[in-house]
Each structure stands twice: as structure tokens, then as C-alpha cells.
């Protein structure tokens, strides 16, 4: 251990020295700089650096015992870079300044005590099994595959994973909880006794199984011998609180590094984690080494037998063989092989860990390092990464058409590669999309980066070092951090968590924060207030990169007048608010550095065509007002990701539209093309058409919403006749196209499609043959869809509402609703004999407001809007034999109908195919009167049933 921290301090000088920004220093200094704090980066180059390379080379040769007198050495050293850098940007800052001003001028350039459990054990419905041993043996991986198990069997539901951590919040866990037994996003409650109680409401008559993931305690439970222990203990014991009216049976399954701390927890059962035999490790390290690799029988027998020799110096670790197996993967030289084979650096898991992570890119290291900010079991996504490794400077694009983005996400890959990074699972084992980073990996990271990274979580409040750069605030009350932040005047990155209590700082505080901290990169904060108005301080913030407001209660976020200052701020971020304001703005096209513009869906300031560098650009609102035109977006195409374009009916012709140019912007993921509400539409359906055809998106386009579009017909870019520019689209969206009558042939021309969504098409008269690819379809308000194609094999969610002229009916079903009409007529007039169809229809002719009458009564007011669908098949006036069909494909998961004509027994028939339904919500539906034992006992899996009227 003292070896890896001698290394690992090593290393943090190190990265400095091999930094993109001391390249850029010694490169750019002296032509950049054209005042007096040139002569701090002077003397970095002259006198520091060159100190600096002569020390690292004789680092290694200083024993670890006498190092104690160069930390201090090394934290001044490092302060000195940071200066150094500073130097560097606010000099940049000045130059985009100068261009700026260039450019104005017109010359533009381009918690549990142990007697407590024994009297509990009896009492409790759940029973608790642990899962112990050292870091990185496989414990989470052992708990994740009891997890695939038991969700396959369908014993346990719900079934809860919760990552606990060394230092945890109660009411964080108690809304993951919350979450993972809920099939609906929960709300997000501030009071913990409120949440508690949720909790019980929701696992009350359930058999669960709770998975306590990595439980951090003293490993001695025999003696609480502080506060802070006991105030560990009291928490763990909150945790369970919750849990006691579940069914008998329910299971909790806890990992831990210490046996003697899941034994406190109430386990019955101890699993320790065993060494794997040395075949089964060898196995396990050529598994991730060679796994898929193609190698003639020579070569595989030369890297079997070195690798036999390595699999000696892992110690048996689980985690050293999956991260040095990663590298051995990546460099498939027997050379290489056999200098990792005589490495003393593997000589445990952490040296394995060290060595690994030495061989990584010098500036993917320092990105990695950064990681160490976040707590421990922070779940990340990719996106949120790359932006702060970006706004820090770690990125070095290593040519001049290279994108820094590209860079970040290359990055990425590799630390995935290597498995540094982890992908997250959902409980049903699928990719959501996050990240984690192994305990260990974690704890590497923080040797490396020092002081200079550090976290605040809730229950774990140590003093923040002063020379502390990044900053992460994991807290329920933020606020109570404030002043000691206010201190850090060295500070780069200021990032709060959005956790589960939506905690929020003042403006009033953010605003102190800005005053004081000039060398801010990076801010991400929540405000609370009704009404949002950044601060004019923080135009001041020569070196902000990111910006990233979020503010639940106001509905707009409104920019300072100077806010156009800030030349190298390249992240604007306010996608949890309506709009921001830039009508205050000075200048919005000053910000010649900004690459990312997210949120404000009203948003909107003129000439953003002048944003040269932007990549991003999620909302665009059109205005007859120049500046505002669809022309603004002609040369910005380099935009990706999502781009809505609103206010459409202030477009006038085809040739306006075109000069949008959206075929060329290849980088565009999904885009969205809406236009006003139809009683504030100006344009006539005819130039709705011809606005959309010169909207034909980049062919490379993945996600499609057209919204509030009142043309008869859809875009000739959509149809066959046209060859489809848009055949890669994996998800298309209709809403609110009142005028639509038809679709194009989606099965022939969207062969890639995944998720159809169609809401307010009340003209829609027929679907076509849908792909065979898709695996989601949604239909709300589709009042004249009469029938469904069949659907494909592979769908896995549907939900259909208010399609009210779809009828799903059989034989029996007519005959019970006639019988119902028959005896609700008696009731209302005893006079009446109506017992046969034709007497029905009889009656229909002669008194057809009181037959209307009594089949409204029927349904339900609610439902009165499919009375005259089923007219036809109450009269008689429909054969058997045309009767609309509907077969639900076995694949289907995820079931919802809510107000459609689907009677009875045919509902039952169309549901006894269903054997791999999760979820299945009926609601409104009139003629429903069972779902039989012989029905449901095909729905094994299903996992939650809501049937409502």
C-alpha cells in the first residue's frame, strides 16, 4: 500500500508535467501574453519545470518512508501549474476579447446495535442473507446474478438494488427503494417520515427481495465506540424500518467486505467469497484477455503460457484480472506480454489496479484522477463526463478537424475498455446508459488526484481542503456548506447533486459564491426562487466554461445584460426550466466559444448563426423578426444531437424552409419540427406542406417528432416514391396533426423503426402494415382508426386510448351486450319487449335518441364517445365474419388499454397469448366483467395489474 501511494504520488506531479496545458504554456506563453503575469509562466518554464524533471527522475529511488518532506514540495509545485494555467486563460480570455472586438468593428475573422437484532429476528417478515469478502472479489457480481435468477423465476417482486456505500443518506436510499418497488416514477418527497411511510404503503402484503449493495461499518460491531458510530449503526437500522410489512418470505440479501458486520445486520446465512482455484482464474483472466479473439493454435498456446505466469502475480483478485486481462486485450504482442509477466507491480490487487491504470493515455489519467470527485457508487452518463473533462481542459484533439467531443468520447471508451468505468445494469439487466466506478478504482483515483478533488456527502462532513480545485456537494441541505466554499479561492469545479429531497441554494447564496471565487470553470448548481435572475457577478467569471442551471419552481431563467462577456463559456445548460430570457443580453453572438445551448423550450436570441463553434442547439424558435429565420441555422453543420425547431406557421414559403439546410447537418440524432397551436396558426394547410418538403432532414436521422403540422399530406421525403431520405429513422412521433388522413408505408420504407407514437390524429382513418423491426406502439386519440394491422412479432409494449371506433368483440360478447341493452330498456320502460337484433335495430329507427340514450347509460358517460361504433354490432348490421381481429404477439411485455370498445371474452382471448406480459393496465373499458384463473395462469411473469373505470 505505501508503494502504491509513493507511485500514485509520483504520478499526480507527473500528469501535470505531460498535461495538454503545459504543452500549450511552453508553446504559446511568450507570443499570448502581452503583460506582466508573463513572468510567472517565464519562470515556470525556466526555473520550475526543469526542477521538476530532474526530480521525477530520481523519485523512484526515494524510499517510501522518506518521501514525507517532498508533499509539501509537491502541493506547491502543483499550485504553481494551476497558476501557470490560470495565466494561460485569462491571456486567452483577452484575446477572445480582442476578436470580439475585431468582429464589431466588422472586421470579422473566421446504523444497528448488535443485542437489538437477536430479540427482532422472530418478528420479522424477510429473512437476510450476506455476501462477504475482500474489494474487488466478485460480491456485486454474485448479488447481480441472484438478482437475474430470482427475476426470471418471478418469486420476488419487487425486487429493490440499492447501492449503500460508506457514506449514505437514509432518505436517498428510501427513494431508490421507493423507485425500484414502483412501476410509475414516484413523487419526490422532502420529509422522511412521508417517505417512510410511502415505503411501507408500497411493500405492505409484497415479497420483495432488498439488495444492500457494499455496506461500510466498523468491522469490529462488537463495541460502538464513538457517536459516529453509533450514529452508522442507528442509520442502518432506519434502512430496515420500512420493511416490516412486507410478506413472509421477502429476502435481504447484503454484500459487505466484513463478515462480522452482515452478521450485525440479522444474517442467518454468511457466504464468504472463496478464492477461485488457479484453472478457474487462469480461465477468468483469458477470458477477458482473449474472449472472441481470433488466433491461430500457436499463438493462443504462447499467450496461454504467459499468461499462466501472470495469472501467479494477481493474487487471486477477481477485479485485477478483469482490468489487467482489459490491457492484455488491447495489446496482443507476446512481448508485451512477457514485460507485464516480470512486472513487480503486480504484485496485488491495487499494484494491478496502478499498473493498469499507468498504462492508459497520459491524458485519459488525468480524467480518470477527476473521477475521484464524485462519491462513491455515483451513478454518471457518458455525456455528463465529457462535458466537465471538456470545460477542465483535459481534452487534446490531435488534429485541427478533430472534435473535442469526439476526443472526450473517445476517452471514454477507452477507461470502458479497461474496465476503469462500468456500465450500470436496469433491474432487468439491461444497458441503461450509466456509469459506475469500482470501490477500489474509486479509492485509486483519489490517491492520484490528492487534495485537489473532494466530495461533501451527507453523514461524512470533513473540512474541505483549502487548495481543493474540484468540488462535488452530495448533501440534502446544501446551503449549510456555503461559507466554507466561499473560502476556496482556488476552486474550478462546483457541482451539487440534484438528490432525491431537491435540494436548492439561493440565489442570494449563489450569488456570494460568484463574488468570490473568480477561478470558476465549471458551475453546476439548483436555485431555488420563483422568480430566476442569474447574477451580473457572474459575467466576471473569465475562465466559466459549463453552466448548468436547474431551478424546479421558475419557469424562467433570466441571462444578465453582460452575460455576453463570458468568450469562453462553451456549456449553457438549463433543461429543467421552461425558457431562458436573453432579451437582456447585450450580445448573445460574443460567445464565440459556446458549443452546447440545452433547455429553455421557448428560448431564443438572434444572429445564432454568428455561434460558429456551436454543436448543440436543442430548442430554435422561429420569428418574422430578423434575425430569428429558419436562414439563421444555414451554416451550423456541425449541430448534433436534438434540435426542436417551433413556431413553423412563421415560415411562408418552400423557399424559406430550404434555406434551413437541415439535409446537411449529418451530426443531428433527433429532430423535432413543431408549429404554433391551431388557433394561433396563420398559414393555410397548403403552405404547411410546402414548409415541411423543404424541411427533409439528414438521412442519418435516428428520432422524428412532427407536432401540431395541419397539412393534408405528410412531407414527399417520407414517401416511397421519393426513395425515403429517412430510412435509418428508429423512432417517428405524429401529434396533434389534425388534418392527417394517411400515413406513408411505414413496413416498406422504416424497415429500422423501433417506437411508433401517434397522439390527436382525430382524421386518421387507416394504419399501415408496420415494420417488422418495431418493438413499441402508442396511440392516443385516434377517433377513427377502426382496425389494427397485424402486429409484429417482435412487439413489446402497446398502448392504445381513446381509439374509440376500435372494436374488439366476438360472437358472445354482441349477445351479452344486447342482453344488457334488453334489461336496462325494461327497467326505463316496462312496455318495451325487445329481445331479438332486428327488434333492436326496430327500435333504433324509430326511437333513436332513447337508443342512444340507454347505450350511453351502459357505457358510462366517460365512454359515451364509442356508443355509435358498436351500434352497428348491436343492430346486426355487421357480419361475424368481418369482425375486427386483433392477436397480441407473444413477445408483448407491456400492455395498456384504456377507453376502447374491447369486450370481454374476445379481451380474454387476445390476452391468453400474452406469456411474456410484465405489465398490463385496463381502464375504461365498459364490457369488462372478469379475467379468469384460466386466462391468468399464462401471465406467469406479470408483475403489476391496474384495472380502473
Known amino acids: 500500500m505505501a508503494a502504491l501511494a509513493g507511485v500514485g504520488w509520483a504520478l499526480s506531479i507527473a500528469g501535470w508535467i505531460a498535461s495538454p496545458t503545459t504543452t500549450r504554456l511552453l508553446r504559446e506563453g511568450y507570443s499570448l501574453l502581452g503583460f506582466d503575469e508573463s513572468e510567472k509562466l517565464r519562470d515556470m518554464e525556466t526555473r520550475i519545470l526543469p526542477q521538476l524533471a530532474s526530480m521525477l527522475k530520481q523519485v523512484e529511488r526515494v524510499p517510501p518512508g522518506q518521501r514525507a518532506c517532498l508533499e509539501d514540495w509537491s502541493k ?29 468593428l466588422g472586421s470579422v475573422e473566421a446504523e444497528f446495535p448488535p443485542n437489538a437484532h437477536s430479540l427482532r429476528l422472530n418478528t420479522r417478515c424477510y429473512s437476510t442473507v450476506g455476501i462477504y469478502g475482500v474489494g474487488g472479489s466478485g460480491k456485486t457480481t454474485l448479488a447481480q446474478y441472484v438478482c437475474d435468477y430470482e427475476r426470471m423465476k418471478g418469486y420476488f417482486s419487487p425486487i429493490m438494488w440499492i447501492h449503500v456505500s460508506q457514506s449514505f443518506s437514509v ?17 419526490q418527497h422532502s420529509n422522511l417520515d412521508t417517505l417512510q411511510l410511502k415505503l411501507k404503503e408500497e411493500l405492505r402484503g409484497k415479497r420483495f427481495l432488498l439488495v444492500l449493495d457494499d455496506i461500510w461499518a466498523e468491522k469490529d460491531v462488537s463495541v460502538i465506540r464513538d457517536e459516529k458510530h453509533a450514529s452508522v449503526w442507528y442509520k442502518l437500522d432506519q434502512l430496515l424500518c420500512p420493511l416490516k410489512d412486507g410478506m413472509r418470505g421477502s429476502k435481504v440479501l447484503v454484500t459487505t467486505r466484513f463478515k462480522d458486520v452482515a452478521m450485525s445486520l440479522g444474517a442467518q446465512s454468511v457466504v464468504p467469497i472463496p478464492d477461485l482455484n488457479e484453472e478457474d482464474f487462469f480461465s477468468l483472466l483469458m477470458h477477458y484477455a482473449l474472449d472472441g479473439v481470433s488466433l491461430d493454435n500457436q499463438k493462443l498456446e504462447t499467450f496461454h503460457m504467459i499468461g499462466r505466469d501472470i495469472v501467479k502475480k494477481l493474487k487471486g483478485s477477481p477485479l485485477a484480472a ?123 483515483a483519489g490517491m492520484i488526484a490528492g487534495d485537489d478533488c473532494f466530495t461533501v456527502v ?97 419557469r424562467k431563467v433570466t441571462l444578465p445584460r453582460k452575460f455576453g462577456r463570458l468568450y469562453h463559456l462553451q456549456i449553457l445548460d438549463n433543461r429543467f426550466s421552461d425558457a431562458l430570457e436573453f432579451t437582456g443580453v447585450e450580445s448573445m453572438s460574443n460567445l464565440i466559444s459556446l458549443r452546447h445551448i440545452r433547455g429553455g423550450k421557448d428560448s431564443g436570441f438572434p444572429g445564432v448563426q454568428k455561434l460558429k463553434s456551436l454543436r448543440e442547439l436543442s430548442n430554435f424558435m422561429v ?107 428508429k423512432c417517428l412521433t405524429l401529434s396533434g396533426c389534425h388534418n392527417l388522413e394517411a400515413l406513408p408505408e411505414l413496413g416498406e420504407l422504416f424497415i429500422h423503426l423501433l417506437k411508433f407514437t401517434l397522439v390527436d390524429l382525430p382524421n386518421l382513418k387507416l394504419l399501415p402494415r408496420l415494420p417488422d423491426s418495431l418493438e413499441s406502439l402508442y396511440m392516443v386519440s385516434l377517433p377513427k382508426i377502426k382496425l389494427l394491422p ?79 361504433n358498436i351500434v352497428p354490432f348491436i343492430r346486426g348490421q355487421m357480419e361475424e365474419g368481418d369482425y375486427p381481429q386483433m392477436i397480441l404477439p407473444a413477445s408483448l411485455c407491456y400492455l395498456m388499454v384504456t377507453g376502447c370498445a374491447m369486450t370481454n371474452i374476445a379481451l380474454q382471448n387476445c390476452l391468453r397469448g400474452c406469456t411474456s406480459l410484465l405489465s398490463l393496465t385496463l381502464n375504461e373499458i365498459p364490457f369488462l366483467k372478469a379475467i379468469p384463473s384460466e386466462v391468468t395462469k399464462h401471465l406467469r411473469g406479470l408483475l403489476m395489474l391496474q384495472i380502473g373505470y
Open 322 to 444: 478483469r482490468l489487467v486481462g482489459a490491457r492484455l486485450r488491447r495489446q496482443l504482442d507476446a512481448n508485451f506480454w512477457r514485460r507485464v509477466e516480470h512486472q513487480d507491480l503486480l504484485a496485488g490487487t491495487l499494484d494491478a489496479l496502478w499498473w493498469s491504470y499507468q498504462l492508459l493515455d497520459e491524458h485519459v489519467r488525468r480524467c480518470f484522477a477527476y473521477c475521484s470527485m464524485f462519491s462513491h457508487g455515483y451513478i454518471f452518463e457518458r455525456g455528463e463526463l465529457v462535458d466537465l473533462w471538456m470545460a477542465e481542459g483535459f481534452l487534446k484533439p490531435t488534429n485541427a478537424d478533430e472534435q473535442m467531443e469526439d476526443v472526450g468520447q473517445n476517452y471514454f471508451d477507452e477507461l470502458v475498455s479497461c474496465s476503469f468505468l462500468q456500465t450500470r445494469r436496469d433491474l432487468d439487466g439491461s444497458d441503461i446508459g450509466y456509469f459506475t466506478i469500482h470501490d477500489l478504482l474509486h479509492e485509486l
Open 790 to 868: 397485424r402486429l409484429p412479432d417482435g412487439l413489446k409494449s402497446l398502448d392504445i386510448i381513446w381509439c374509440w371506433a376500435l372494436v374488439v368483440t366476438c360472437t358472445e360478447d354482441v349477445e351479452m351486450i344486447r342482453s344488457m341493452f334488453t334489461e336496462r330498456a325494461s327497467q326505463i320502460d316496462p312496455s318495451l319487449n325487445i329481445t331479438r337484433p332486428d327488434e333492436i335495430s326496430q327500435f333504433a329507427d324509430n326511437q333513436y335518441d332513447k337508443f342512444m340514450t340507454i347505450l350511453c347509460d351502459i357505457v358510462g358517460t366517460r365512454n359515451r364517445e364509442m356508443v355509435p
Open 171 to 187: 432518505h436517498r436510499i428510501y427513494q431508490e427503494m421507493l423507485e425500484s418497488a414502483t412501476v410509475n416514477s414516484p413523487h
Open 76 to 104: 506547491r509545485l502543483r499550485s504553481a501549474f494551476y497558476d501557470a494555467e490560470d495565466i494561460l486563460d485569462v491571456a486567452d480570455y483577452h484575446r477572445l476579447e480582442k476578436q470580439i472586438y475585431r468582429v464589431m
Open 623 to 729: 420569428r418574422k423578426e430578423k434575425g430569428y429565420e429558419l436562414k439563421q441555422l444555414e451554416g451550423l453543420n456541425q449541430l448534433g444531437g436534438d434540435l426542436t425547431i417551433n413556431g413553423l406557421d412563421s415560415v411562408e414559403s418552400k423557399e424559406r424552409s430550404v434555406e434551413a439546410k437541415l439535409t446537411d447537418k449529418k451530426h443531428l440524432k433527433a429532430l423535432s419540427l413543431v408549429w404554433s397551436n391551431p388557433e394561433e396558426q396563420m398559414c393555410s394547410p397548403e403552405i404547411q406542406l410546402e414548409v415541411i418538403d423543404g424541411l427533409c432532414p439528414p438521412s442519418q436521422l435516428r428520432k422524428l417528432e412532427i407536432r401540431r403540422y395541419d397539412g393534408w399530406n405528410y412531407p414527399s421525403w417520407m414517401s416511397q416514391s421519393q426513395n425515403c431520405l429517412i430510412r435509418s429513422l
Open 458 to 554: 451527507e453523514g461524512e462532513m470533513k473540512e474541505i481542503p483549502p487548495d481543493v480545485r474540484y468540488l462535488f456537494i452530495n448533501l440534502d441541505d446544501p446551503m449549510k456548506v456555503i461559507e466554507p466554499i466561499c473560502k476556496l479561492k482556488k476552486l474550478r469545479t462546483l457541482k451539487f447533486r440534484n438528490v432525491f429531497s431537491d435540494p436548492r441554494i439561493t440565489v442570494e447564496a449563489l450569488e456570494g459564491i460568484l463574488k468570490k471565487l473568480k477561478k470558476l470553470r465549471v458551475v453546476q448548481v439548483h436555485i431555488d426562487g420563483d422568480v430566476l435572475m442569474l447574477p451580473a457577478c457572474i459575467c466576471d467569471l473569465k475562465h466559466l466554461r459549463c453552466l448548468s442551471i436547474c431551478s424546479s419552481k421558475s
